[in-house]
T-cell receptor, first 114, second 114 residues
Framework: KQEVTQIPAALSVPEGENLVLNCSFT??????LQWFRQDPGKGLTSLLL?????REQTSGRLNASLDKSSGRSTLYIAASQPGDSATYLC????FGAGSYQLTFGKGTKLSVIP | SQTIHQWPATLVQPVGSPLSLECTVE??????LYWYRQAAGRGLQLLFY??????ISSEVPQNLSASRPQDRQFILSSKKLLLSDSGFYLC?????????????FGAGTRLSVL
């Protein structure tokens, strides 16, 4: 059974700092990995998706990497801003007919202090 | 463009009362539809999955049921709520073609059972 762990559970940084969020998964046979953002009391917004054959994806100040063999992904946020404050979730998808079954981590709650 | 609507945003219900949460998708046909629950301190858990009208797959045995009376309408129900049903419920959709793991989430319903 796939398990996804996110460390740390919470992170507080001053504005302008670069930061890294970590995600690890136990079964490396994944189809892809996604990073989501969740604002308090809101739904999820997809940030980045990395296919299993890819090593990284970039969108603006966000860069996600994937090391499938070691079961790890990182989300790098450059020059953090107060508006980046949210909970960040990673989710992995298996191959095959069950690809809709995303397994989520519990998230990292990020606070960027002005 | 496609949009997903969930209502109500917040709901407080007594133990033993019935439940009906509704989700609708606009701007697409024959979407795959999903109900997730996010309980405090836990990751998102997939509850139900539907590929078409009247076709429901239950991922976790529980006190809840789901129905899809129309192509773009997905309803989560319970005949008698339990305290353990409290949580944040999210509806999501994905295009009818692959990949099913590219899911788009609604704003969620916060359910408190007292």
């Amino acid at each position: 059974k796939q398990e996804v762990t996110q460390i740390p559970a919470a992170l507080s940084v001053p504005e302008g700092e670069n930061l890294v969020l970590n995600c690890s998964f136990t079964d490396s046979a994944i189809y892809n990995l996604q990073w989501f953002r969740q604002d308090p009391g809101k739904g999820l917004t997809s940030l980045l998706l990395i296919q299993s054959s890819q090593r990284e994806q970039t969108s603006g100040r966000l860069n996600a990497s994937l090391d499938k063999s070691s079961g790890r992904s990182t989300l790098y946020i450059a020059a953090s801003q107060p508006g980046d404050s949210a909970t960040y979730l990673c989710a992995v998808s298996p191959f095959g007919a069950g690809s809709y079954q995303l397994t989520f981590g519990k998230g990292t709650k990020l606070s960027v202090i002005p | 463009s496609q949009t997903i609507h969930q209502w109500p945003a917040t709901l407080v219900q007594p133990v033993g009362s019935p439940l009906s949460l509704e989700c609708t998708v606009e701007g697409t046909s024959n979407p795959n539809l999903y109900w997730y629950r996010q309980a405090a301190g836990r990751g998102l858990q997939l509850l139900f999955y539907s590929v078409g009208i009247g076709q429901i797959s239950s991922e976790v045995p529980q006190n809840l049921s789901a129905s899809r009376p129309q192509d773009r309408q997905f309803i989560l129900s319970s005949k008698k709520l339990l305290l353990s049903d409290s949580g944040f419920y999210l509806c999501a959709w994905s295009p009818p073609t692959e990949p099913k793991n590219i899911q788009y989430f609604g704003a969620g319903t916060r359910l408190s059972v007292l």
